[in-house]
């Protein structure tokens, strides 16, 4: 049972354009929400999260955007540039009164910036 | 400083052996992660430790797998009796227990059983 899903394995953009990387999700207890890259033979990199509480949050060419309920979740980046090329994953926390916690992750997007 | 790290970097093992994974944290976090990648699936979550809390096994496969960590620091994550579909990238992560909720990964252990 996929309780986080990517449904595009993957998608290509020009240079310059918006990418938007699309996330759903099934669990309502999921308070957090979090976007890694990963490039091959590396381990994924942290890139942004989003608190269950806030429908956006910004950090320079990257905003993800919370529609709690629609259960949906993109990454916007822009302007894409070519080293944005790698596969991203969507990843969702269970409310806890424990902090940290297991992350559930979707089967990723992978992402090709043409030049 | 440096970032979590895992050993071997890659694994070939015949069917039915036993294989030791190993992960070093960054210095200081208090949570440790295992997940594992197969081909084609998203990140798979198997084991989580906390402190001195006993660990969340609810993610490992079979009686197979285990891990443990000493000290608070290293872990390592056995596999007995390797089968055919143990065959993924091996993910260990780290994070503060209290300063956010990011985990910070090393680089994997790609795992081969032939």
């Known amino acids: 049972d996929q309780q986080v899903k990517q449904n595009s394995p993957s998608l290509s953009v020009q240079e310059g354009r918006i990418s938007i990387l699309n996330c759903d999700y099934t669990n309502s207890m999921f308070d957090y929400f979090l976007w890694y890259k990963k490039y091959p033979a590396e381990g994924p990199t942290f890139l942004i999260s989003i608190s269950s509480i806030k429908d956006k949050n910004e950090d320079g060419r990257f905003t993800v955007f919370l529609n709690k309920s629609a259960k949906h979740l993109s990454l916007h980046i822009v302007p894409s540039q070519p080293g944005d090329s790698a596969v991203y994953f969507c990843?969702?926390?269970?409310?806890?009164?424990?902090?940290?916690?297991?992350?559930?992750f979707g089967t990723g997007t992978r992402l090709t910036i043409i030049p | 400083g440096a970032g979590v790290s895992q050993s071997p970097s890659n694994k070939v093992t015949e069917k039915g052996k036993d294989v030791e994974l190993r992960c070093d944290p960054i210095?200081?976090?208090?949570?440790l992660y295992w997940y594992r990648q197969s081909l084609g699936q998203g990140l798979e979550f198997l084991i989580y430790?906390?402190?001195?809390?006993?660990?969340?096994k609810s993610g490992l496969p079979s009686d197979r797998f285990s891990a443990e960590r000493t000290g608070g620091s290293v872990s390592t994550l056995t596999i007995q009796r390797t089968q055919q579909e143990d065959s993924a990238v091996y993910l260990c992560?780290?994070?503060?227990?209290?300063?956010?909720?990011?985990?910070?990964f090393g680089p994997g252990t790609r795992l081969t059983v032939t």
């Open positions: 990843a969702a926390k269970l409310r806890s009164n424990f902090g940290n916690e297991k992350l559930t």
């Open positions: 992560a780290s994070s503060l227990s209290v300063a956010g909720y990011e985990q910070y």
């Open positions: 210095s200081g976090h208090t949570a």
């Open positions: 430790f906390q402190g001195n809390s006993a660990p969340d």
